[in-house]
């Protein structure tokens, strides 16, 4: 999701723009508000946070826990 969604850029046909809050700025970005009659573009955005790792979980619900459980 990080790498496609927030670093790739291009979500709403602004190029190669990245999330300006979450997004991996390696030097400092430019992020286009998208509004009417014209779009405001925001320079200078900087990296705001600091990714130490990432997990993909996948939770069951409790139905199907005890679907599970009652499978044995």
Do not use: C
């Amino acid at each position: 999701m990080q790498q496609e969604w927030i670093n790739r850029g291009n979500f709403v046909d602004l190029g190669e723009e990245r999330d300006p809050i979450v997004g991996l700025h390696e030097e400092d970005g430019r992020f286009t508000i998208p509004q009417a009659p014209a779009r405001k573009r925001i320079d200078g955005v900087q990296t705001f946070n600091v990714m130490k790792g990432g997990e993909y979980l996948f939770m069951p619900s409790l139905s199907a826990l005890k679907w599970l459980a009652e499978r044995r």
